[in-house]
């Protein structure tokens, strides 16, 4: 695919849109749009605005509901909307919160909802006030002291100037980036895929080598566990408390470690046990004074941290740069003793079969947890030492080619989505000249 930039273009005289096509109208919002506010029903669905992926077009399930109306009773103080609708949130739109609207529903009273006067193509102007530019003047519209509290309030998002070409042109932009973005999703959704598909056999290979061991001929015995089944003849089956170092028990840190500050200790939240989270630089800090009697909590290198509240079950090696860091209640800190191999145990708390016994055990509704009573019994097929650190090696290097594969996946779908967004963004504001391009893939 290849596009040329128009024949002519003029300065528009707007900072934020430039220069445009010669033939291309500038306008202000109220001109295209005027403010509604229909009240909504009980048999309306109730729309969510993203600012990731816009309108959605099916009903929000009920957990989702904003709180602060109730759902059947007070449904009339939503507002209604209907295709082709704009509907953006006061607070968020600087950030991306508004989107088209594709079938008839009802959205949060807090939202504004702008109707089109005529046949103008609402999915155009979306797509324009997506582009980067656009985003910095809505932003600079916004009222507010910070940015948690910015508001965007009609009076001012209806004097944004937008330039737009005649419509015929504009249902060819449209039509041109409907099917180019499709691509790009479609090979989006494949790296995603692969991404996927990778965790799980990544995830595969640890559960196995340390339930099963790496020779395929060794004699089997049932361990005595159900979730466990068969393992090694030779080895045993611990409690994973019989396996950390004496003296420095399985626990979990400060509960309340209060606001972050500048200078203080570093804590570990659970949230925190991530490669790329588990960094000094990132971590909250709290004050001496709280961390204090939670001293005994503190960590060393060769530790290993375990979340046990919300997202469960992730494990990470505490580096040398946290020394003496302290965790929160979030995530349960393991010493192993100097008799096992630290490698082999963390690819254990990694596996399947440990996080099954936990997660079946979890508390809570909202934010599921870990109880350390259940963490400490655990239990963990034990093979000999030679043996654990043969697991931890063959795991440390299949992991870190796994993790090099995903990597590249990840990195593939970032050029991606930036490539849609260029592209999205040369073509709404004039930088490429598309329509013959629609015309050519059409004669196709």
Known sequence: MSAQSYSAY?????????????????????????????????????????????????????????????RSEDRSKYKRVEPNDLVYNMMRAWQGGFGTVQTVGAVSPAYVVARPTSSQSTRFVERLLRTPTAIGEMKRLSKGVTDFRLRLYWDEFKNIKVALPPSDEQAAIDAFLDRETAKIDALVEVQ????????????????????????????????????????????????????????????????????????????????????????????????????????????????????????????????????????????????????VCKRWLLQVMRSSPVFVQLEQRSLGAAVRGINIFDLKRARVPFPPREEQGEIGEFLEAETEAFDRLAKSAAEAVSLLQERRAALISAAVTGKIDVRGLVKTAEAA
């Open 192 to 339: 995603r895929r692969l991404i996927e598909l990778l965790k799980e056999k990544r995830q595969a290979v640890i559960s196995h080598a340390v339930t099963k061991g790496l020779d395929p001929s060794a004699p089997m015995k049932d361990s005595g566990v159900e979730w466990l089944g068969q393992v090694p003849a030779h080895w045993e089956v611990k409690p994973l408390m019989r396996l950390t170092e004496p003296g420095r028990a399985i626990m979990y840190g400060i509960v309340l470690p209060g606001p972050d500050v500048d200078e203080g200790i570093p804590i570990v939240k659970g949230g925190d046990v991530k490669p790329h989270r588990l960094r000094l630089e990132l971590l909250a800090r709290t004050t001496p004074e709280i961390e204090a009697p939670f001293a005994r909590a503190r960590l060393k290198p060769g530790d290993i941290v375990y979340s046990i509240r919300g997202s469960i079950g992730d494990a990470e090696p505490v580096p040398d740069e946290l020394l003496d860091a302290n965790i929160t209640q979030d995530a349960a800190r393991i010493s192993p003793r100097s008799d």
């Open 10 to 70: 003029r300065d528009t005289g707007v900072e934020w849109l430039g220069s445009v096509p010669s033939h291309w109208q500038v306008v202000r919002l109220n001109a295209l749009f005027r403010e509604v506010s229909d009240p909504g029903s009980d048999e309306l669905p109730v729309l969510r605005v993203s600012i990731h992926s816009g309108v959605s077009d099916t009903a929000l399930a009920d957990d989702e509901m904003d709180r602060k109306v109730a």
